[in-house]
């Protein structure tokens, strides 16, 4: 069953890092790749390929008189909560109140209206004190549930399907090493989403920042004049910056500055920045705004007191899918067949879809029943996760070749 596979792959550790260069991030995620390696060639598919990088491959032939399909999910977890020991709890028939995930803490509906969608429903939370890793072990069940599907009932008609499961896409590495000879297909989905009637081809344009400060220290009874203080420096640049283009201000089409993270002393100081915005030129002119700041601390302190670091992540694949909109047409059908409402949505934030799209493989994406990712209030819909297979199977069953 869809919920036990869920279950099975949050049991598993697989929080990516972005303090390392190693790929995959964090060694745990080879243990999930393992399980998932095994899962694959026990359902009877060909090619099952783990390979050095940490990523799944496999193959399920199908009619060619259909187009290849590929199907996508990462296996690693945000760290921005905890993924270790995850205590999964199971709500059927939601009643619409607070839920109590532990003596100190409630995922209330003031906070999270999105819960009133859910009343009658089941669902899976946490304890409080993890994420529950939907994003995007949902994403892999529900790909899982689509593959036993087929294999077990050969009269449904579908063509040819890759399946990539793959590490790291939390710190956009999620295709730094994809093969794309292992994933020929006409076009492709992610499973990274949260409602099932929600499809992405828009995202954000994204790049990161990285501040050193290199601050002065000297004794305090004795700094006048000559301490730099880099932590005060790093509250400096903060204030600086545009403080209603952060996440908790802006939602749709805005662009935002998210600070990741803040660490250091008197002597040095190190700051994590993420710039969104799903305009390209918008997101050129943040970039721009950091680099004026840190010319300013510059020359106010008369040396490079900021060295700042600005690296490009991904693209908005919207204007890729100009001309193109087969698999988005493909996905409005399939939706109208079993029962749901389209609906196309900006991603504010990324996918491996993306990548993928400007590497020449067209992914949007598609919901997996999850909602409030990348922190202890997550939970995972079971109904709007049978929905999403119920969706994948109808598109694999649309896709025949003009």
């Not at 991030?25 to 899962?39: F, G, M, R, Y």
């Not at 187009?67 to 270790?84: C, F, V, W, Y």
Request: glycine residues 8%; proline residues 3%.
């Amino acid at each position: 069953m869809l919920i036990d596979k869920l279950l099975d792959y949050v049991s598993y550790e697989t929080t990516s890092s972005e303090e390392s260069d190693a790929s995959p991030s964090t060694p745990c995620q080879w243990d999930l790749a393992k399980h998932l390696k095994e899962e694959l060639e026990k359902s009877g598919l060909q090619d099952v390929v783990l390979d050095e990088h940490c990523y799944v491959y496999g193959y399920l032939p199908g009619d060619e008189s259909y187009l290849t399909i590929g199907l996508n999910a990462h296996m690693d977890t945000s760290e921005q909560a905890s993924g270790k020991d995850v205590k999964p709890r199971i709500i059927e028939n939601y009643d619409g109140s607070d839920i109590v995930l532990n003596d100190e803490l409630k995922t209330t509906v003031e906070r999270f209206p999105n819960l009133k969608d859910y009343i009658g429903k089941t669902l899976v939370v946490t304890d409080g004190t993890t994420l529950l890793g939907a994003d995007d072990k949902a994403g892999i069940a529900c790909i899982m549930e689509v593959l036993e599907t087929l294999v077990k009932d050969p009269s449904i008609k579908h063509g040819p399907i890759r399946v990539c499961f793959s590490p790291d896409e939390e710190i956009g590495r999620g295709t730094q090493y994809f093969d794309y000879d292992r994933f020929k297909v006409d076009f492709a989905y992610t499973l990274d989403g949260d409602k099932p009637d929600y499809i992405e081809y828009e995202n954000f344009n994204a790049a990161s920042a990285v501040i050193s400060i290199n601050g002065i220290s000297v004794h305090p009874g004795s700094a006048k004049d000559k301490m730099v203080n880099a932590l005060q420096v790093a509250h400096e640049f903060h204030a600086m910056t545009d403080p209603e283009a952060r996440p908790e201000k802006t939602e749709g089409y805005e662009g935002f500055n998210l600070l990741m993270g803040l660490e250091g002393e008197v002597g040095h100081a190190r700051m994590q920045y993420i710039l969104r915005n799903h305009d390209f030129d918008l997101l050129q002119k943040q970039k721009k705004d950091f680099e004026t700041i840190a010319e300013f601390l510059n020359t106010k302190y008369g040396y490079e007191v900021v060295d700042l670091q600005l690296k490009d992540s991904y693209r908005n694949m919207k204007e890729k899918f100009i001309g193109h909109e087969e698999p988005i047409e493909l996905v409005k059908k399939a939706m109208d067949n079993v029962g749901l409402h389209f609906e196309a949505k900006a991603i504010r934030g990324g996918t491996d879809g993306a990548s993928l799209t400007w590497h020449g493989v067209l992914c949007p994406n598609l919901g997996t029943g999850g909602q409030n990712f990348h922190g202890v209030h997550e939970f995972w819909c079971k109904e709007d996760g049978e929905k999403v297979v119920k969706l994948v199977l109808e598109i694999l069953k649309l896709a025949k070749k003009a």
